[in-house]
């Protein structure tokens, strides 16, 4: 009476379609929100600290600043900078860190610039707590170095130089260019992984 073939047919073709269109728009969707970007900006100076004895030491002072998120975000809602400061007195540390401290950061495509300001409250060795404030600069001058970790994973690097102002306490630690004779030279860093 009536052939049902052609219609089934036509209905499994159509499913199979839309079968195939989901799977390829998840699939797609999900490699985009697989990749996991981190971005980083690092600087180092060497700061006079006095000891309680009253010698004047060389403290370390680091500012790294972090953004990261997930494709297909392109920025991080809640950026922070690590604020850490080391001093060596008469064989006893003085050392305070403020780990995640809100920042407001920007930065430029092929890791020209970034900037990080902000504060935060950074804790001693000691069990004090203090308030730190960070405005930073940094800019990248040398080849971008392009490096494949594995399949899935890449870092960009670019090392540069970098100007700063921090404060502890109220009172201005570092105000100019990152000066650390022995640490690492300022870099912007970006690391991607799926």
Not at 91 to 104: D, E, K, L, Q, Y
Not at 114 to 139: E, I, K, M, P, Y
Not at 179 to 187: A, D, E, G, K
Request: aromatic share 8%; hydrophobic share 40%; charged share 20%.
């Amino acid at each position: 009476m009536f052939d049902t073939a052609p219609a089934q047919r036509r209905l499994v073709v159509v499913f199979l379609s839309t079968l195939c269109a989901v799977l390829v728009f998840s699939s797609s969707a999900s490699a985009q929100q697989e990749l996991f970007f981190e971005e980083a900006a690092e600087a180092f100076w060497q700061v006079p600290h006095q000891c309680e004895s009253g010698a004047i030491v060389q403290a370390t002072l680091l500012v790294r600043s972090t953004r990261d998120f997930n494709a297909p975000d392109r920025d991080d809602p809640d950026p922070t900078a690590r604020v850490q400061f080391l001093a060596s007195c008469d064989g006893r540390s003085f050392s305070w860190i403020a780990p995640t401290a809100p920042a407001v950061i920007t930065s430029t495509e092929n890791l020209k610039s970034v900037t990080a300001n902000g504060s935060g409250t950074a804790r001693d060795n000691l069990g004090g707590t203090h308030q730190v404030t960070f405005d930073v600069a940094w800019t990248g001058e040398g080849p971008l170095l392009v490096t494949v970790n594995n399949p899935g994973s890449m870092r960009k690097q670019r090392d540069g130089s970098a100007t700063g102002r921090v404060t502890f306490d109220g009172k201005v630690i570092v105000n100019g260019a990152a000066n650390h004779p022995t640490r690492p030279r300022p870099f912007i860093r970006v690391d991607t992984e799926r």
